[in-house]
Structures are given as C-alpha cells and as structure tokens.
C-alpha cells in the first residue's frame, strides 16, 4: 500500500504542477500583443503540450487514488474522505475548464483579461490546501 501511496502523491504533485503553471501561460497569451503572431503561437504550443502532459498524468493519479480508497478501504465511509471527493471532483472540473479555456484562446474567442487569469491561476493552490489538510488532518 505505501507504493501506492508514494506514486499517487507524486503524480498529484506532478498533476497540479501543471495545473499551477498552465494558467500562467494564459496570462501570458491575454498580455500578447496585437500582431505577435509568433510570440502567440509559441505560448499556444506550450500551453497545448502542458496541458497534454497535465492530462496524461491526471488519469494514474486519479487511478492510484481510486486504488487506495476502493482497493485498500482508506477513509470508506468517512467524512473527510467525501469531502476530499469532492474536492478531487473540482479539480476535475478545473482541468477541464482550463480545456475549454484553452480553445477559446486558439479561436481568438476569449475575452478574459491577464488580470482575470492570475486570479483563475489561485484556484488550484486552495484546492490543493483543502485535499492535503482533509487527507492529514481528518477534521471529520
């Protein structure tokens, strides 16, 4: 069970690396310049391939989660543990925002300020605090 463990805390770290990172470089592509096409393209391919990446990497953590609670009974049937699935839900969710985000930006259709995307940018780091103190802490 501890390598269990040990791989699904790495690949969380890794998960929310990207995650961390991802909307920076939207914030980057909201501060582009009219006719810096090639400055756009640039953070577009990086932005597309860390979001690649952040995917690839999602889906073990989200399994060797799924082994540890389901596989090895850790927090069945108690309350941090619900309140941790949730959480691990709006990370979900976030990515795929970020998904769609990124589309948005390729066809030209996001309307969204840097400023806007540095406080998008904050979610995960809230995120990450409530599963890690759900996860040690227990508090129910």
Same mark, same amino acid.
């Given at each position: 069970?501890?390598?269990?463990? %040990?791989?699904?805390?790495?690949?969380?770290?890794?998960? /929310?690396? *990207? =995650? /961390?990172?991802?909307?920076?470089?939207?914030?980057?592509? %909201?501060?582009?310049?009219?006719?810096?096409i090639?400055?756009?393209?640039?953070?577009?391919?990086?932005?597309?391939?860390?979001?690649?990446?952040?995917?690839?990497?999602?889906?073990?953590?989200? =399994?060797?989660?799924?082994?540890?609670?389901?596989?090895? *009974?850790?927090?069945?049937?108690?309350?941090?543990?619900? %309140?941790?699935?949730?959480?691990?839900?709006?990370?979900?969710?976030?990515?795929?925002?970020?998904?769609?985000?990124?589309?948005?930006?390729?066809?030209?259709?996001?309307?969204?300020?840097?400023?806007? /995307?540095?406080?998008?940018?904050?979610?995960?780091? /809230?995120?990450l =605090?409530a599963?890690?103190?759900?996860?040690?802490?227990?508090?129910?």
């Open positions: 069970m501890l390598w269990v463990k %040990a791989f699904h805390i790495v690949f969380i770290a890794s998960w /929310f690396a *990207g =995650l /961390f990172y991802l909307p920076r470089i939207f914030v980057n592509l %909201a501060m582009v310049p009219e006719g810096s090639a400055e756009r393209e640039r953070l577009l391919l990086m932005a597309r391939k860390l979001l690649r990446f952040t995917t690839i990497i999602a889906v073990p953590a989200i =399994l060797l989660g799924l082994w540890l609670w389901l596989g090895y *009974g850790i927090g069945r049937g108690q309350g941090w543990m619900h %309140a941790k699935l949730l959480v691990v839900l709006l990370v979900v969710g976030y990515h795929h925002a970020c998904l769609v985000m990124l589309r948005k930006i390729e066809r030209g259709q996001s309307r969204r300020s840097h400023v806007w /995307f540095r406080w998008f940018n904050e979610i995960p780091v /809230f995120m =605090l599963a890690v103190l759900l996860v040690v802490v227990k508090p129910f």
